[in-house]
Protein backbone atom coordinates (compact mmCIF):
# COMPACT_ATOMS: atom_id res chain seq x y z
CA UNK A 1 0.00 0.00 0.00
CA UNK A 2 1.29 3.15 -0.59
CA UNK A 3 1.72 6.04 1.59
CA UNK A 4 -0.55 9.29 1.63
CA UNK A 5 0.40 12.57 1.74
CA UNK A 6 0.09 14.89 5.01
CA UNK A 7 -1.38 18.00 4.63
CA UNK A 8 -0.38 20.40 7.53
CA UNK A 9 -3.06 23.93 8.60
CA UNK A 10 -1.43 26.73 9.72
CA UNK A 11 -3.26 30.29 10.12
CA UNK A 12 -1.31 33.50 9.82
CA UNK A 13 2.29 32.98 10.70
CA UNK A 14 1.64 30.85 13.89
CA UNK A 15 4.69 28.07 14.18
CA UNK A 16 1.95 25.66 15.61
CA UNK A 17 -0.59 24.31 13.15
CA UNK A 18 -4.20 23.80 13.58
CA UNK A 19 -3.84 20.37 11.99
CA UNK A 20 -2.77 17.46 10.43
CA UNK A 21 -4.38 15.34 8.41
CA UNK A 22 -3.61 12.50 6.10
CA UNK A 23 -4.64 13.28 3.00
CA UNK A 24 -7.56 13.50 1.41
CA UNK A 25 -9.03 16.15 3.98
CA UNK A 26 -12.34 17.04 4.89
CA UNK A 27 -11.87 20.23 7.66
CA UNK A 28 -14.25 22.51 9.20
CA UNK A 29 -12.07 25.90 10.35
CA UNK A 30 -14.23 27.63 12.84
CA UNK A 31 -13.74 31.30 12.44
CA UNK A 32 -15.42 31.91 15.65
CA UNK A 33 -11.83 31.51 17.01
CA UNK A 34 -10.08 33.54 14.84
CA UNK A 35 -10.08 37.13 15.94
CA UNK A 36 -11.97 39.58 13.15
CA UNK A 37 -9.64 40.74 10.56
CA UNK A 38 -7.53 39.92 7.35
CA UNK A 39 -5.77 36.66 8.16
CA UNK A 40 -4.07 33.73 5.70
CA UNK A 41 -4.91 30.07 5.67
CA UNK A 42 -1.54 28.36 4.74
CA UNK A 43 -1.62 24.80 3.58
CA UNK A 44 1.38 22.69 3.45
CA UNK A 45 1.62 19.14 1.94
CA UNK A 46 4.22 16.81 1.84
CA UNK A 47 4.41 13.95 -0.22
CA UNK A 48 5.62 10.18 0.63
CA UNK A 49 8.71 11.08 -1.22
CA UNK A 50 9.49 14.32 1.06
CA UNK A 51 8.33 16.46 -1.45
CA UNK A 52 6.81 19.77 0.00
CA UNK A 53 3.91 22.02 -1.93
CA UNK A 54 2.64 24.84 -0.16
CA UNK A 55 -0.98 26.95 -1.04
CA UNK A 56 -1.81 30.85 0.74
CA UNK A 57 -5.17 31.53 0.88
CA UNK A 58 -6.07 35.26 1.84
CA UNK A 59 -9.48 35.35 3.68
CA UNK A 60 -11.04 38.00 6.62
CA UNK A 61 -12.91 37.10 9.33
CA UNK A 62 -16.10 38.68 10.62
CA UNK A 63 -18.13 37.26 13.18
CA UNK A 64 -18.34 40.50 15.36
CA UNK A 65 -21.19 42.94 14.27
CA UNK A 66 -21.45 44.20 10.75
CA UNK A 67 -20.92 47.55 10.45
CA UNK A 68 -22.77 50.38 7.93
CA UNK A 69 -21.70 53.33 7.07
CA UNK A 70 -23.00 56.16 5.15
CA UNK A 71 -21.35 59.37 4.30
CA UNK A 72 -17.79 58.06 3.93
CA UNK A 73 -16.23 55.83 1.30
CA UNK A 74 -12.66 54.37 1.97
CA UNK A 75 -9.95 56.61 0.93
CA UNK A 76 -12.10 59.24 0.82
CA UNK A 77 -10.25 62.81 0.67
CA UNK A 78 -12.27 64.96 3.19
CA UNK A 79 -12.74 68.64 4.11
CA UNK A 80 -15.00 70.88 6.63
CA UNK A 81 -17.92 68.65 8.78
CA UNK A 82 -18.95 65.12 6.94
CA UNK A 83 -21.90 63.98 7.85
CA UNK A 84 -22.21 60.18 8.45
CA UNK A 85 -24.85 57.53 9.72
CA UNK A 86 -23.16 54.37 11.11
CA UNK A 87 -25.43 51.62 12.05
CA UNK A 88 -23.93 48.07 13.73
CA UNK A 89 -25.82 44.84 14.04
CA UNK A 90 -24.98 41.55 15.31
CA UNK A 91 -26.22 38.24 13.57
CA UNK A 92 -27.46 37.17 16.29
CA UNK A 93 -27.70 33.56 17.45
CA UNK A 94 -27.01 31.42 13.61
CA UNK A 95 -30.45 29.23 14.45
CA UNK A 96 -32.55 32.47 14.50
CA UNK A 97 -32.58 35.58 12.55
CA UNK A 98 -32.77 39.09 14.07
CA UNK A 99 -35.03 41.57 12.55
CA UNK A 100 -34.21 44.37 14.92
CA UNK A 101 -31.57 46.71 13.34
CA UNK A 102 -30.37 44.29 10.76
CA UNK A 103 -31.48 46.81 8.47
CA UNK A 104 -29.38 49.77 7.89
CA UNK A 105 -31.45 53.25 7.36
CA UNK A 106 -29.88 55.30 4.28
CA UNK A 107 -30.81 58.44 2.69
CA UNK A 108 -33.07 59.22 -0.46
CA UNK A 109 -30.68 58.53 -3.71
CA UNK A 110 -29.78 61.71 -5.74
CA UNK A 111 -31.06 60.06 -8.98
CA UNK A 112 -34.53 59.68 -7.32
CA UNK A 113 -34.56 63.25 -6.58
CA UNK A 114 -33.44 63.95 -10.28
CA UNK A 115 -36.79 61.95 -11.11
CA UNK A 116 -38.96 63.37 -8.99
CA UNK A 117 -37.98 67.03 -10.06
CA UNK A 118 -38.22 65.80 -13.93
CA UNK A 119 -41.18 64.73 -13.55
CA UNK A 120 -42.44 67.29 -11.68
CA UNK A 121 -41.43 69.43 -14.18
CA UNK A 122 -43.01 67.99 -16.77
CA UNK A 123 -46.53 67.27 -15.38
CA UNK A 124 -46.44 71.11 -15.12
CA UNK A 125 -45.95 71.60 -18.64
CA UNK A 126 -48.49 69.17 -19.70
CA UNK A 127 -51.12 70.59 -17.53
CA UNK A 128 -50.35 74.24 -18.41
CA UNK A 129 -49.78 73.44 -21.58
CA UNK A 130 -53.64 71.62 -21.72
CA UNK A 131 -54.78 74.43 -19.53
CA UNK A 132 -53.92 77.13 -22.23
CA UNK A 133 -55.62 74.87 -25.41
CA UNK A 134 -58.48 74.12 -23.74
CA UNK A 135 -59.32 77.88 -22.95
CA UNK A 136 -59.23 78.99 -26.44
Known sequence: ???????????????????????????????????????????????????????????????????????????AVVDGIVPMMINAYGKGDQKKFLITGSESPQSIPALFWILLICFTGWSLYYLITYLSLSGD
Not at 7 to 23: L, M, N, Q, T
Open 1 to 75: MEDQSTVIIFIDDDEKPIGAFASPVNFELDTRKIADGKHVLKIVSKDPTGKEGIRMIPFEVRNGPAIAIEGMQEN
